[in-house]
Every structure is written in C-alpha cells, then in structure tokens.
Nanobody, 124 residues
Framework: QVQLVESGGGLVQAGDSLRLSCVSSGLTFSLYAMGWFRQAPGKEREFVAAITYNARMTNYADSVKGRFTISRDNAKNTVYLQMNSLKPEDTAVYYC?????????????????WGQGTQVTVSS
C-alpha cells in the first residue's frame, strides 16, 4: 500500500520560510517524478512544483518561481519543498503526489498517489 505523508506546515508571517517534507512508503520512490500541489479555500487544486525521478529537472508555477525550491532524497524516499519569502496568497493545504512516470507533469490527473495534505497559513 502506497502512502505519502506530508509534514512541516504551520502558521508563519509574511516573509518567513517553511520547509515541507513528504515521506513515501510502499512505492519504488526513485523511479517516479514527484510533485507538490496546493489548494486554497474555495479554489481548485493548483500545481506548485515538480521534480524528475533523478532530480535533474524541476518545474515551478510562475507564482512561486524564485521563492520555492523542490528537491528530493531518494535514499530517504522523501521529497521537499523549501518555501521562502512566503506571502499571504501562499496560504493553502499543500499536497505531495507521485507521478505515473519518471518525468514530471503539471496536471494533477497525471499523478497516481496523494498525501493527506499539510496546512500552510501565512499572515500579513
């Protein structure tokens, strides 16, 4: 059974940083691209960042480019999202997901497994 468990969310002030982690089990983690998505209240889930299976390529939503960094440690079956210069509009539940392939996608439908999410709240 595949499980993805996120952690690291919390309540911070604008300009602060957070690092989210997502630990995978039951999945041959090193074979698959991974992604981070987020969903704010009343909004659709949106793509945030993704990384290929070998970490050689990453991709970001324009809204987070230059502030967020996705990385992974295949030895630890973990993907990270370093979030700097946080803004109130970054407030959302953040989800990690495993892609169906080794190459990342920006569409949620391309991801097979999802975590339960971790809340990030940024106050102004």
């Amino acid at each position: 059974q595949v499980q993805l468990v996120e952690s690291g969310g919390g309540l911070v002030q604008a300009g602060d940083s957070l690092r989210l982690s997502c630990v995978s089990s039951g999945l041959t983690f090193s074979l698959y691209a991974m992604g981070w998505f987020r969903q704010a209240p009343g909004k659709e889930r949106e793509f945030v960042a993704a990384i290929t299976y070998n970490a050689r390529m990453t991709n970001y939503a324009d809204s987070v480019k230059g502030r967020f960094t996705i990385s992974r440690d295949n030895a630890k079956n973990t993907v990270y999202l370093q979030m700097n210069s946080l803004k109130p509009e970054d407030t959302a539940v953040y989800y990690c997901a495993s892609d169906r392939t080794s190459t990342y996608h920006r569409l949620a439908s391309e991801y097979d497994y999802w975590g339960q999410g971790t809340q990030v709240t940024v106050s102004s």
